[in-house]
């Protein structure tokens, strides 16, 4: 068992940790495609305990409560991401960020437009022309303050990258807000270096009842996959209707 801090620069809601970021966490030690589930939320610069239990990385507070957990997900299917939008296409998208006008949590790690550079991700996504609604995409490039010592982004990082993005496909599709990440599954082919332009796509996959389902990827600027999640979004308050 080791003892890890969620610092508070690592928030999504301004109480509780990014949620892509903490899953992120718990895939360091996984090879290969991971899938990791929020439990509780997630205390911001508190000790918490990391350890493995019959092939799980479980993430427990100091009361010993669960608060996450993630484990290797060999076999999952993750989604066939869209073509990757050229990177004008991609920069376009991203004047487009519904955040730039109302933004929930202008804090959040990942998508917050109250952070600089180096700070927050700064990952802003938003329609893509001429796609099916929902289809939603923008240009990031990530800060070195993201990278290791060979200068390749984090996994943590990259999987908070992969994160906000499902949700905002979402409310693009049916303009209204409210939903916490519950699962994220994902798998990363190739760490970008940083200051190396990226494309980030997401797209809605299906609403089953409460659960919203959304596929998200990273591509580089010439089209190749670095990688993709699939996540599962809890709705906050009733579904909407038809």
């Known amino acids: 068992m080791s003892q890890i801090v969620i610092g508070r620069q690592f928030c999504g809601p301004p109480n509780s940790g990014n949620g892509g970021y903490v899953c992120g966490v718990l895939a360091r030690s996984v090879q290969g495609a991971a899938t990791a589930v929020l439990r509780a939320p997630i205390p911001l610069d508190q000790p918490l305990h990391l350890s493995m239990a019959d092939g799980e990385v479980v993430l427990s507070g100091a009361d010993g409560g669960l608060i996450a957990k993630g484990q290797a997900a060999p076999g999952f299917e993750l989604p066939e991401p869209p073509a990757a939008p050229s990177l004008e296409a991609a920069r376009a998208a991203r004047e487009r960020y519904l955040g730039f006008r109302d933004n929930n949590h202008p804090i959040c790690f990942t998508c ?6 180096g700070d927050g991700l700064r990952v802003f996504v938003g329609q893509v022309e001429g796609a099916e609604i929902g289809v939603v995409a923008g240009v990031w490039t990530p800060h070195p303050a993201f990278a290791d010592a060979d200068g390749l982004v984090s996994v943590e990082a990259l999987w908070a990258a992969l994160d906000c993005p499902g ?6 599709r049916e303009g209204r ?8 599954t994902a798998e990363v082919l190739r760490r970008p270096t940083a200051g190396e332009e990226t494309i980030v796509v997401a797209w809605p996959l ?21 990688a993709r999640a699939h996540q599962v979004w809890i709705m906050m308050g009733p579904p909407p209707k038809g």
């Open 112 to 117: 917050g437009t109250a952070r600089d550079e």
């Open 167 to 172: 949700v905002f496909a979402w409310m693009e």
């Open 177 to 184: 807000h409210g939903a916490l990440l519950g699962t994220m």
């Open 206 to 226: 299906e609403r089953q009842g409460r659960k919203e389902l959304a596929g998200t990827a990273l591509f580089s600027a010439d089209g190749e996959l670095l």
